[in-house]
T-cell receptor, first 114, second 113 residues
Framework: SQQGEEDPQALSIQEGENATMNCSYK?????LQWYRQNSGRGLVHLIL?????REKHSGRLRVTLDTSKKSSSLLITASRAADTASYFC??????????????FGTGTLLAVQP | DTAVSQTPKYLVTQMGNDKSIKCEQN?????MYWYKQDSKKFLKIMFS???????INETVPNRFSPKSPDKAHLNLHINSLELGDSAVYFC????????????FGSGTRLTVV
């Protein structure tokens, strides 16, 4: 079963607005990652937040992590039409030794209208 | 270009056939993965290899057999293809000992008719 549930499943906004996507997960994690997938393409790693971190920024992206609630959010500020894509959260758990097993959420489809 | 490259990009085949998908990474990563993405975009891990050793096998049917000749390559062979195998298969790699993200290939869209 999927580790993460994302909310909303789909989001449509106007260019320039902010987009917020939420992710909830079930088990303890080493880190949580966000990925973007453009239609018909592979996934691109956006940002990683460790379990002992609460907030992280990268350009127009802001990620928060609340391990007590087992939830994370991704905020994209000043959105652009090029941000239109599916966004996935993924949780990394130990799988023996140093290996992290990455389990993906259900994804949020973001449409940014020009 | 440094990347994860997988071939072919598209694969259309009949039920019962055997097919292979190849994956290569030139990033120097020690761990490689195969993921399956279904029509609802759910991504599910299938296999993971670390330095040519199988470390994750997620209850995938025996018809699927990964092979890693060296740590830069992880191929996926599928026997007796079924309609339900139709999906997009993604190869990925990472440096397992460090908490970095995965680098994904562009995917292989498999259609079984």
């Amino acid at each position: 079963s999927q580790q993460g549930e994302e909310d909303p499943q789909a989001l449509s906004i106007q260019e320039g607005e902010n987009a917020t996507m939420n992710c909830s997960y079930k088990t303890s994690i080493n880190n949580l990652q966000w990925y973007r997938q453009n239609s018909g393409r592979g996934l691109v790693h956006l940002i990683l937040i460790r379990s002992n971190e609460r907030e992280k920024h990268s350009g127009r992206l802001r990620v928060t992590l609340d391990t007590s609630k087992k939830s994370s959010s991704l905020l994209i500020t000043a959105s652009r039409a090029a941000d239109t894509a599916s966004y996935f959260c993924a949780t990394a758990n130990n799988y023996g030794g140093a290996t992290n097993k990455l389990i993906f959420g259900t994804g949020t489809l973001l449409a940014v209208q020009p | 270009d440094t990347a994860v490259s997988q071939t072919p990009k598209y694969l259309v085949t009949q039920m019962g056939n055997d097919k292979s998908i190849k994956c290569e990474q030139n990033l120097g990563h020690d761990t490689m993965y195969w993921y399956k993405q279904d029509s609802k975009k759910f991504l599910k891990i299938m296999f993971s290899y670390n330095n040519k050793e199988l470390i994750i096998n997620e209850t995938v049917p025996n018809r699927f057999s990964p092979k890693s000749p060296d740590k830069a390559h992880l191929n996926l062979h599928i026997n007796s293809l079924e309609l339900g195998d139709s999906a997009v298969y993604f190869c990925a790699s990472s440096q397992a000992a460090q908490a970095y993200g995965y680098t994904f290939g562009s995917g292989t869209r498999l259609t079984v008719v």
